[in-house]
């Protein structure tokens, strides 16, 4: 896990989060627009606190989850990135049992990234996402992939994440996993010099993710 950085420039640090930080990861991420109602957004957000609770010694913080956040100068937290298992790693219409140990070894995904909004536009995001990256390539991980909405595309290609209407996986069997989501794009970086972004059916294709 990297250790805890200072940035000069905006004098922000970044730690990992603790169980006692479930209400701040919650208010920070709530900024996230989740295509929710309000009052979906605490369920949905449960098994993120839940998860907090299950904190070790790493290479992520919880398990297969990594949670950062930011803080400023006085300790006051001011931005967080929550990553962790996708939903279709799971579902057995998407993805084959036979491979699914290896895919939550291999790729992660980011659930939410925000930055309160008097601290935007000063690299924090950024920074809390190449925390992430750093990690998650550390701990052997090969792909981060990551769901937005369409009006952020710009945003995640300028943090080197190449966005689509779907998320194409290839597996080692050749057959293409494909994951569209209705009203979100998908977006996802190699980690790894094993993985690489082709171009397959017409789609960019993450390839060789899952490789011995
Ligand atoms: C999106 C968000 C996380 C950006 O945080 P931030 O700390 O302001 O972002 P950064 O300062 O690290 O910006 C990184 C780069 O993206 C650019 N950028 C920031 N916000 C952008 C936006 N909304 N659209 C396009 N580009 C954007 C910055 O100019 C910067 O580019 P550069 O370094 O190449 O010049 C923040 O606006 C936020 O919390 N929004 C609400 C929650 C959300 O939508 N989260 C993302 C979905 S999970």
Not at 122 to 139: C, P, S, V
Request: aromatic share 6%; glycine share 8%; charged share 25%.
């Amino acid at each position: 896990m990297p250790a805890p950085t200072t940035l000069t420039d905006t004098d922000i640090r970044v730690r990992t989060a603790t169980p006692e930080d479930g209400d701040t990861l919650v208010d920070l991420i709530s900024l996230v627009d989740l295509q929710l109602r309000a009052d979906e957004v605490p369920g949905a957000l449960a098994p993120m606190r839940h998860a907090l609770t299950h904190s070790d010694d790493g290479p992520l913080s919880h398990r297969r989850n990594h949670f950062l956040i930011a803080e400023n100068s006085e300790g006051v937290p001011v931005g967080a990135i929550t990553c962790g298992f996708a939903k279709w790693m799971s579902d057995p219409n998407r993805s084959p049992k036979i491979l699914r140990r290896r895919i939550v070894e291999r790729i992660s995904t980011v659930h939410g990234l925000a930055v309160v909004p008097a601290y935007r536009n000063r690299g924090i995001a950024r920074t809390l996402l190449q925390h992430a990256e750093e990690t998650f390539r550390d701990a052997g991980y090969t792909v981060l992939t990551l769901r937005h909405d369409r009006s952020l595309t710009k945003f995640y290609g300028r943090l080197g994440y190449i966005s689509h209407n779907r998320l194409s996986l290839k597996l080692p069997t050749g057959e293409l996993l494909s994951i569209a989501d209705r009203g979100w794009k998908h977006a996802f970086k190699v980690l790894s010099p094993t993985a690489s972004i082709t171009t397959v059916q017409g789609m960019p294709t993450i390839t060789g993710a899952l490789s011995d």
